[in-house]
């Protein structure tokens, strides 16, 4: 099967809607990717299918769980899952954040080649970043344990804020050094087409006080 029909069957095993223009935008996405990363190092997964399923798949598994519309993906890198998750509902707000500045450059120039209305990059810290108003879902993907990730964003968690970590297979003692203040709601396995390695995703709530 070639890139395409690899992008656009999995768009479909995923219930992606409009996936015709939404594998253009991800293919073109995927241009800049490899030109880029020819003299930026952005990512290690530069083969057209692994790209596909690794990055691209595997960033829209998480879209039937993101609650409300304000979306934040921080240690965003190369723009997963954020940059897919805008690609394929352009009714959510996203705003992805990097410490990098390498990478956010190259998020903006993504943007703004696909004319993507719904995203915002910053170049920031996530412990220093002060957004205007709180989100309503956190995403994140491969940026650090979920003790470490909950003390760099804790001041953006409100009590209706949803955290949802994107995880190979978690520990448990990963999951049993929560901080407190914080529960997990629950683990969700993810089904990624075309990949085989455990993928899930940890759903974490603060606690009423
Ligand atoms: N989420 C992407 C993915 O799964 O492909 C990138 C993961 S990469 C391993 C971790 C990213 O987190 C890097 O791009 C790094 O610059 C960023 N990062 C690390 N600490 C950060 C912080 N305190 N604030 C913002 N970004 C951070």
Not at 5 to 28: F, K, T
Not at 98 to 107: A, E, G, V
Not at 123 to 148: C, G, M, Y
Not at 162 to 168: C, E, N, R, S, V
């Amino acid at each position: 099967m070639n890139t395409r029909a690899r992008l656009r069957s999995g768009l479909e095993a995923l219930s992606i809607d409009n996936a015709d223009n939404v594998a253009e935008q991800l293919l073109r996405y995927r241009s800049l990717l490899q030109q880029w990363n020819q003299v930026h190092n952005l990512t290690a997964i530069t083969d057209d299918a692994d790209i596909v399923t690794h990055h691209f798949l595997d960033s829209l598994a998480v879209l039937p769980h993101i609650k409300g519309t304000r979306v934040l993906d921080f240690g965003t890198g190369a723009g997963f899952p954020g940059l897919p998750l805008a690609i394929a509902r352009p009714g959510l707000e996203l705003t992805l954040v990097d410490s990098n500045q390498k990478k956010t450059r190259f998020l903006q120039q993504v943007v703004t080649t696909l004319g993507l209305k719904n995203t915002e990059i910053v170049h920031a810290r996530i412990e220093q970043f002060q957004p205007a108003a709180k989100f309503d879902t956190l995403v994140t993907r491969a940026v650090a344990s979920l003790a470490e990730q909950l003390a760099l964003c804790q001041h953006l968690l409100g009590e209706a804020t949803t955290l949802l970590a994107m995880k190979g297979d978690p520990s448990a003692a990963e999951l049993e050094a929560l901080p407190p203040g914080f529960y997990i709601i629950e683990v969700v396995p993810l089904r990624v087409p075309g990949l085989d390695a455990g993928r899930c995703l940890v759903h974490i709530e603060k606690t009423e006080s």
